[in-house]
């Protein structure tokens, strides 16, 4: 069955930790998911990424048939592990650092913080609609091998992250040897700069450098 035949069902769930729930009002909240969002499950949790509150939106999914969710909490960039949904479609409506962070905590600012937090639960809402839950292109299966060109540190981290995906990888290398130019080094160069102000000195507290570590990914890769 092609997902346009798939009847949508859409969950949007509202996190009210991190002072969301201090600074906004979260039954409001809820009612613009619901009549202007027209979600069909409005959900509140007081810790959206705990574990209790993950599994609150999986039974939706699994029990409820919810197949399209909002995660009316924090920025995309935070908790993505957690809010790892691969078999729906999803979007997260960040009322964190979007609006709560952005705007002043004060008595004056309140209904226009929660005038924008409501508009972007709209917008949320209306971007969902739009999506369509994750499918296979059906290519996957018709040529697994990856070829790829050059044995050096960059060769070899698409090999191994090609090979994680489940694709069969042959790696030409035309020296003979794994490792290209990194294989030469003794050590790299940190990759943490020294905080601000440190002095410039041999008594000072400078990160040293570091192993390249080539000889793990050489050993992956033969492996
Ligand atoms: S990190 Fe995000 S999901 Fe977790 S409590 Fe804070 S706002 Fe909610």
């Not at 409005?42 to 990424?49: A, G, I, P, S, T």
């Not at 004060?106 to 929660?114: G, H, I, P, R, V």
């Not at 400078?206 to 990914?217: R, S």
Request: hydrophobic content about 35%; some cysteine; glycine content about 10%.
């Amino acid at each position: 069955m092609s997902d346009e035949q798939v009847e949508k069902k859409y969950g949007a769930y509202i996190c009210t930790g991190c002072g969301i729930g201090d600074r906004l009002d979260a039954g409001e909240l809820e009612s613009t998911a619901s009549r202007d969002g027209r979600m069909n499950v409005v959900k509140q949790h007081e810790m959206l990424c705990s574990k209790e509150g993950v599994q609150m939106i999986r039974d939706d999914i699994d029990n409820d048939g919810v197949n399209h969710a909002v995660i009316i909490a924090c920025s995309r960039r935070a908790k993505v592990e957690a809010f790892d949904f691969n078999d729906i479609a999803m979007t997260r409506c960040n009322i964190r650092e979007g609006v709560i962070w952005a705007r002043p905590d004060t008595d004056e600012a309140k209904e226009t913080t929660q005038e924008m937090a409501n508009d972007y639960i709209r917008m949320s809402c209306g971007e969902i609609k739009q999506m369509n839950k994750p499918s296979a292109s059906g290519q996957q299966s018709r040529n697994p091998n990856v070829l790829v060109v050059g044995g050096g540190i960059t060769g070899m981290t698409a090999a191994i992250e090609a090979a994680e995906a489940g694709y069969t990888v042959h790696l030409v290398e035309k020296s003979g040897a794994l490792g290209g130019h990194v294989a030469q080094l003794h050590k790299r160069v940190p990759f943490k700069a020294a905080p601000q102000g440190t002095p410039n000195s041999p008594d000072a507290n400078l990160p040293m450098p570091e192993d390249t570590g080539i000889e793990d990914m050489i050993a992956a890769v033969e492996g």
